[in-house]
């Protein structure tokens, strides 16, 4: 029902920056929630940010704050992923989430479409 397709990610210098992208079709996008997750080689994939339906609230892990922004733009169906003042740490596959409300979760259990991710590495 719901297709997302991740953009924006490759190789940047630590304290570079990039901008993902996640493009979303098959229904009402601002009917959703969407969050952003990210998994590094052998560990669990794990809470980036996430952003309500309306693009009026959003949710950050602790490890991304005042680094990373996430918006939308409802009218294009599309969300972002800001990411400045990046880190060796933030090296991972990207991937973004559509929830089944329209509320923001850390839960990867409500999300219930996936894209297949973009790679983000970063160097010292």
């Known amino acids: 029902q719901v297709q997302l397709v991740e953009s924006g990610g490759g190789l940047v210098q630590a304290g570079g920056s990039l901008r993902l992208s996640c493009a979303a079709s098959?229904?009402?996008?601002?009917?959703?929630?969407m969050g952003w997750f990210r998994q590094a080689p052998e560990k669990e994939r794990e809470f980036v940010a996430a952003?309500?339906?309306?693009?009026?609230?959003?949710d950050y892990a602790d490890f991304v704050k005042g680094r990373f922004t996430i918006s939308r733009d409802n009218a294009k169906n599309t969300v972002f992923l800001q990411m400045n003042s990046l880190k060796p740490e933030d090296t991972a596959v990207y991937y973004c989430?559509?929830?089944?409300?329209?509320?923001?979760?850390?839960?990867?259990?409500?999300?219930?479409?996936w894209g297949q991710g973009t790679q983000v590495t970063v160097s010292s």
């Open positions: 952003i309500t339906g309306s693009g009026g609230g959003t």
């Open positions: 098959g229904r009402t996008f601002s009917s959703f929630g």
């Open positions: 989430a559509a929830a089944r409300s329209r509320w923001a979760t850390r839960l990867r259990v409500e999300y219930d479409y």
